[in-house]
């Protein structure tokens, strides 16, 4: 298994911060709320002394569990309450989301043990 750099899970809960951030911003509190759980878990796995890959593994199947339903997080559209932020808010959100799945599946590849 390759290490996750403490880097790797600092860009992650950046992520995750803003994007609680623009979904707040975008009316989904509810959303919201489960990406803000995903930030503190992320905040708990980079102040631990080691780093706990099986919690961190955990994290990133359940974040990318998000991604998976046809009512989910890859099919939302965030409707802020100034409308003249609607474009603006939709191509950072998408542009977030997508930031946000690349670093996932990084994670998962670090994390594969490979055999010769």
Known sequence: MQKIEKWRIEELALILK?????????????????????YFESQKILHEESLDSESLLKLVKNIKACFKEISSLRNLVLW?????????????????????????????????????
């Open 18 to 38: 803003e994007l609680v951030s623009l979904l707040k911003a975008g009316s989904n509190a509810e959303w919201a709320s489960v990406f803000s759980h995903y």
């Open 80 to 116: 802020p309450q100034d409308s003249t932020q609607d474009k603006d808010i939709n191509q950072d959100f998408i542009a977030l989301r997508n930031r946000l799945l690349l670093i996932l599946e990084e994670m998962e590849k670090r994390s594969r043990e490979y055999i010769n």
